[in-house]
C-alpha cells in the first residue's frame, strides 16, 4: 500500500516515498522474481490459480505523482498497479488532510494513467470515514464515485479502498451492494474479498523490512484463508 512517490521535505503521516527509494523497492521485488500487478490482475490470477509471484501494487488517493513518477518506474520493471481515486477531488488536492498539501491527477492525468495499462478504482467521493455517513451519502459515495470514474476511463471500476482503512461489516455490504467486485481494507478484523488486507510500505522500507512485510502478509493472508 503506497500512496504518494516524491521528494519531500516533510511527511508528518509518512505518506511519501521518494523516487529512487521507490525504484530500488521494484528492482528489489524484480530481483526476488516478483512482479507487481493492479489488484484486479491479482484477484483474476488467483483465481486461476496463477498468482504464484505476483504482488499486488496499490496507491491510495490518486495523487499526481502516481502519474509524473510512480507510473514511469512501474512500466521500467514491466509491472502495473492499481490507484485509488478520489472521484470529488479530481485535479484538486488532499484537502481531507492535515499534511502538506499534494496535488492529485486531473481526468487527463487518470486517463493517460489507465492508457498505461493502470487499473483506475475508487476511493470515494470527497475522502470520508464511511463509518461515520448515514446510508444516502455511504451510498453516494460509492455510487457516484464509481459512475463518474467509469464515464472518464470509459470502462468498468470495479475495486473500492476504504479512505483511511475505516469499515465496519455495515460497509463492506454496501460496497458489494454497491457492485464492487473488490475493495482493499488495511488491517480488517474479517479479511474477505470486499475487505483485502494490505502491508503499508514507507520510505524507511529497505530490503530487510520488505522482506519482513512480505512474510508477515504472507503469514496473515494463509492464516485466514
Ligand atoms: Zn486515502
Known amino acids: 500500500m503506497y500512496h504518494s512517490v516524491d521528494h519531500f521535505d516533510e511527511d508528518p503521516h509518512l505518506v511519501t516515498v521518494s523516487p529512487a527509494r521507490f525504484a530500488r523497492q521494484m528492482a528489489w521485488l524484480r530481483a526476488r522474481g516478483l512482479r507487481g500487478v493492479g489488484m484486479g490482475e491479482l484477484l483474476d490470477a488467483h483465481a486461476a490459480g496463477r498468482a504464484r509471484g505476483l504482488v499486488g501494487l496499490t496507491f491510495d488517493d490518486g495523487y499526481a505523482d502516481f502519474v509524473t513518477r510512480a507510473v514511469p518506474a512501474l512500466l521500467r520493471y514491466g509491472f502495473g498497479a492499481t490507484v485509488f481515486v478520489v472521484s470529488g477531488r479530481i485535479g484538486a488536492y488532499n484537502a481531507w488532510d492535515d499534511?502538506?498539501?499534494?496535488?492529485?491527477?486531473?481526468a487527463d492525468q487518470i486517463r493517460t494513467a489507465a492508457?498505461?495499462?493502470?487499473?483506475?478504482?475508487?476511493?470515494?467521493?470527497?475522502?470520508?470515514?464511511?463509518?461515520?455517513?448515514?446510508?444516502?451519502?455511504?451510498?453516494?459515495?460509492?455510487?457516484?464515485?464509481?459512475?463518474?470514474?467509469?464515464?472518464?476511463?470509459?470502462?468498468?471500476?470495479?475495486?473500492?479502498?476504504?479512505?483511511?482503512?475505516?469499515?465496519?461489516?455495515?460497509?463492506?455490504?454496501?460496497?458489494?451492494?454497491?457492485?464492487?467486485?473488490?475493495?482493499c481494507d488495511i488491517s480488517p478484523d474479517e479479511p474477505g474479498r470486499h475487505a483485502l488486507p494490505r502491508a503499508y510500505v514507507g520510505d524507511r522500507d529497505g530490503p530487510v523490512r520488505l522482506r519482513a512485510k512480505i512474510v508477515r502478509h504472507e503469514l496473515r493472508r494463509r492464516s485466514r484463508v
Do not use: N, Q
Request: hydrophobic share 35%.
Open 99 to 106: 499534511g502538506p498539501r499534494k496535488p492529485l491527477m486531473t
Open 115 to 183: 492508457d498505461a495499462g493502470m487499473e483506475i478504482a475508487s476511493h470515494g467521493r470527497h475522502h470520508v470515514s464511511l463509518p461515520g455517513a448515514d446510508d444516502t451519502e455511504l451510498r453516494e459515495e460509492l455510487e457516484e464515485s464509481r459512475a463518474v470514474l467509469e464515464d472518464l476511463v470509459e470502462g468498468p471500476v470495479t475495486g473500492f479502498a476504504y479512505p483511511y482503512g475505516h469499515a465496519s461489516a455495515r460497509e463492506v455490504e454496501a460496497v458489494r451492494a454497491a457492485g464492487y467486485d473488490y475493495a
